[in-house]
Nanobody, 117 residues
Framework: QVQLVESGGGSVQAGESLVISCAAP????????MGWYRQAPGRQSEMVAG???????VYADSVKGRFAVSRDSAKNTLYLQMNDLKPEDTANYFC???????????WGQGTQVTVSS
């Protein structure tokens, strides 16, 4: 079992920035396909940003140029830097990883991001 712990969500005004983080147990090199998803009320979840199989960052078109995903191997943590936030970015943000040992996918509990205009 992999327990992911997210933090850093909150309420901001449009145009402001937030950083959310996701701490994973053990070494970060144990995981692949690390990424962030979000789900707004009444909408399906969508991939926001993450690392593909080759370790290259990928982004949803709606956040390109505003969001940046990164990871810190020393802290076993995945980050999402969100700049120029818009009201449509309001959602519950989840991190997800795939454990290379088991090929299992794991999800965090989510952290709420609310952007007001």
């Amino acid at each position: 079992q992999v327990q992911l712990v997210e933090s850093g969500g909150g309420s901001v005004q449009a145009g402001e920035s937030l950083v959310i983080s996701c701490a994973a147990p053990g070494t970060i090199f144990r995981y692949k396909l690390m990424g962030w998803y979000r789900q707004a009320p009444g909408r399906q979840s969508e991939m926001v940003a993450g690392y593909n199989n080759w370790g290259t960052p990928v982004y949803a078109d709606s956040v390109k140029g505003r969001f940046a995903v990164s990871r810190d191997s020393a802290k076993n943590t995945l980050y999402l830097q969100m700049n120029d936030l818009k009201p449509e970015d309001t959602a519950n943000y989840f991190c997800s990883v795939r454990d290379v040992r088991t090929n299992g996918d794991y999800w965090g509990q989510g952290t709420q991001v609310t952007v007001s205009s």
